[in-house]
């Protein structure tokens, strides 16, 4: 039996002593990836993801990408990229079947 996966994912170190947000913005520099564009990023670049990728494509898995997201070590993060983040997943579950 396959497998249906999701992947996604949100890196950002927080600093919580620090009174600035890391909004929209910073992630917009960090990199946001949704849909197939955060596999074909991480496909073969040494990261963790590219591990997972490598592994579930192997293991025959249907992976439905959904948003990945990336922000410079700063404060927490505003409301807005969560909403974000939370979102595309979602949307993106198949039906139970």
Known sequence: MSKTVLFGGL?????T???DKTGMAQFEDGGIRIG???LDQNRGN?????GFI???EKAGWRVLPTIQMAA???GKVTDDVVDLFQALPRRSR???Q
């Open 36 to 38: 197939q564009a955060a």
């Open 17 to 19: 002593f620090l009174a």
């Open 94 to 96: 198949p039906p139970h």
């Open 11 to 15: 890196y950002h170190e927080t600093h």
């Open 54 to 56: 490598d592994y579930a």
């Open 72 to 74: 410079q070590p700063a």
């Open 46 to 50: 040494g990261s963790p993801s590219a």
